[in-house]
């Protein structure tokens, strides 16, 4: 598990979001959001985006970036 798809699951738990409901969130079917999830489909950064503010968090946050 790549560390974006770790900080979508802490940040999901966090606040009690299901996937399914993030995806529905993000106007994307839970399907689609699972594949990018098991990392078989890539994260575009528009859907980057919308997760950082749908989670409340920054897009560097997300990405593990922080400190680099």
């Given at each position: 598990?790549?560390?974006?798809?770790?900080?979508?699951?802490?940040?999901?738990?966090?606040?009690?979001i299901t996937i399914t409901e993030l995806a529905t969130?993000?106007?994307?079917?839970?399907?689609?959001?699972?594949?990018?999830?098991?990392g078989t489909r890539r994260f575009r950064a528009k859907y980057r985006q919308k997760l950082a503010t749908e989670l409340g968090v920054t897009e560097t946050w997300l990405t593990g970036e922080v400190g680099r």
């Open positions: 598990m790549t560390t974006i798809h770790r900080q979508i699951r802490l940040a999901a738990v966090a606040q009690n969130r993000l106007g994307i079917s839970r399907q689609y959001l699972g594949e990018m999830m098991r």
